[in-house]
């Protein structure tokens, strides 16, 4: 908006920049995780049951991957959204669709209501 772009472009921009991120973080996960494991995990013990896992269980149970995507743009950022849904070991095409919905979903209302902001702040 800053930019001087008419709503539809602002919104083209909106959904590309989460998509593009959802896309790098599920389909570039293996090399992330490798990248990982080399530099960061040097034999680092996991616990099976702690409060973050405790936590992504109910999460999972409760909003499924419906619920992580329609609050990755509000709740999450779209990496963390992405993360979490590779966690839960959902398949990588449904991710990237199901956050394509939910970003076409919230692009167009954050769009909107930022626009009419402007709007009523003109005016």
């Given at each position: 908006?800053?930019?001087?772009?008419?709503?539809?472009?602002?919104?083209?921009?909106?959904?590309?920049?989460?998509?593009?991120?959802?896309?790098?973080?599920?389909?570039?996960?293996?090399?992330?995780?490798?990248?990982?494991?080399?530099?960061?995990?040097?034999?680092?013990?996991?616990?099976?049951?702690?409060?973050?896992?405790?936590?992504?269980?109910?999460?999972?149970?409760?909003?499924?991957?419906?619920?992580?995507?329609?609050?990755?743009?509000?709740?999450?950022?779209?990496?963390?959204?992405?993360?979490?849904?590779?966690?839960?070991?959902?398949?990588?095409?449904?991710i990237f669709y199901k956050m394509l919905i939910s970003a076409l979903i919230w692009g167009l209302l954050m769009v909107y209501f930022f626009y009419y902001i402007k709007e009523l702040w003109v005016?």
């Amino acid at each position: 908006m800053a930019l001087g772009l008419l709503w539809y472009e602002t919104f083209l921009c909106t959904i590309l920049g989460m998509m593009a991120t959802v896309f790098g973080m599920t389909f570039l996960s293996n090399f992330f995780r490798r990248i990982e494991i080399r530099f960061f995990l040097k034999s680092k013990k996991k616990t099976p049951f702690n409060k973050r896992n405790r936590w992504a269980i109910k999460v999972r149970q409760r909003l499924g991957m419906w619920g992580v995507a329609l609050l990755t743009p509000i709740l999450f950022t779209p990496p963390i959204g992405a993360i979490l849904a590779l966690a839960f070991r959902y398949p990588k095409g449904e991710i990237f669709y199901k956050m394509l919905i939910s970003a076409l979903i919230w692009g167009l209302l954050m769009v909107y209501f930022f626009y009419y902001i402007k709007e009523l702040w003109v005016a």
